[in-house]
């Protein structure tokens, strides 16, 4: 094992690297702003990406969409 002081020889700041904020900043704002328009960004035609909607839900809608065109086709043929 070395001993971390030993590591470092050089007291100057040149010889060190910069810490990039930049990115944490943007990544803040953006939660920010998207907190603020999620609703008006999402719909309720959108599965998979949004909290507590899945493929169940989307397999559900397309189910009673399937069933509600059945009863209409049927409602047609029958009538006339």
């Known amino acids: 094992m070395t001993d ?3 590591c470092v020889t050089s007291l100057s ?3 060190f ?3 990039a904020i930049s990115p944490v900043i943007s990544k ?3 939660h920010c702003v998207l907190d603020r328009f999620y609703f008006f960004i999402s719909c309720d035609a959108q599965f998979g990406f949004k909290k507590g ?3 169940r839900n989307a ?3 397309i189910r009673k969409l399937l069933i509600s065109l059945l009863k209409v086709v ?7």
């Open 4 to 6: 971390m002081a030993a």
């Open 13 to 15: 700041c040149d010889d």
């Open 17 to 19: 690297r910069g810490i």
């Open 28 to 30: 803040v704002f953006k």
């Open 53 to 55: 909607v899945g493929c």
């Open 59 to 61: 397999i559900h809608r």
């Open 74 to 80: 049927i409602q047609r043929t029958y009538v006339r």
